[in-house]
């Protein structure tokens, strides 16, 4: 995988540390334990090669009490009472609609400490929770960044990629 980013970049930075790097991630995507997620990196091949960008998508069956108004308050709520070692910066949540239905986002820059740490680093995603018209699902997508210049507007890149998802709607087995 390394091999075809270098290959394909028309001046790749050095390789780094960047296999440390995406061994550290897949051990942790492979530690939570989720059969149901997908997720895709994409690479960076500046000044040295690095992880640009992490994108998680699942799918998600809808309760009766679910809805795009509770999946706000989530991301509201996560961002006011954010995990250990998290300090939100900057939290804006945002709704539209588009040709795959009804799309919150959460646009989020938060610093992250790990237990013990003398230094944190500075990390940014969006979310979106995607309401396909009819659906007993929702799709959410998470984009991680630690490199800040990975998107010109993180926002409107990230939710343009979002906006590309199609979905197939089959009866369900009652």
Avoid at 126 to 138: A, L, R
Wanted: aromatic share 6%; charged share 30%.
């Amino acid at each position: 995988m390394i091999d075809d980013v270098v290959s394909g970049a028309e001046s790749p930075g050095a390789i780094g540390d960047i296999v440390d790097q995406l061994a550290e991630l897949r051990r942790r995507l492979l530690s939570e334990d989720n059969s149901w997620l997908t997720a895709l990196v994409s690479l960076r091949p500046e000044l040295e090669i690095t992880i640009g960008c992490l994108m998680q998508v699942q799918q998600f069956p809808l309760d009766d009490d679910d809805s795009p108004d509770t999946f706000e308050v989530m991301l509201k709520d996560g961002t006011a009472s954010p995990a250990r070692g998290t300090r939100t910066r900057v939290a804006e949540t945002w709704r539209t609609e588009a040709m795959i239905g009804e799309v919150v986002g959460l646009f989020h820059r938060f610093d992250l400490r790990e237990l013990g740490d003398e230094e944190g680093r500075l990390e940014q995603r969006t979310i979106f929770g995607v309401f396909p018209p009819k659906s007993s699902d929702m799709v959410r997508f998470i984009f991680t960044v630690s490199d800040l210049a990975a998107f010109d507007d993180m926002p409107k890149d990230t939710q343009a990629i979002v906006e590309t998802l199609r979905v197939t709607l089959e009866e369900s087995a009652s």
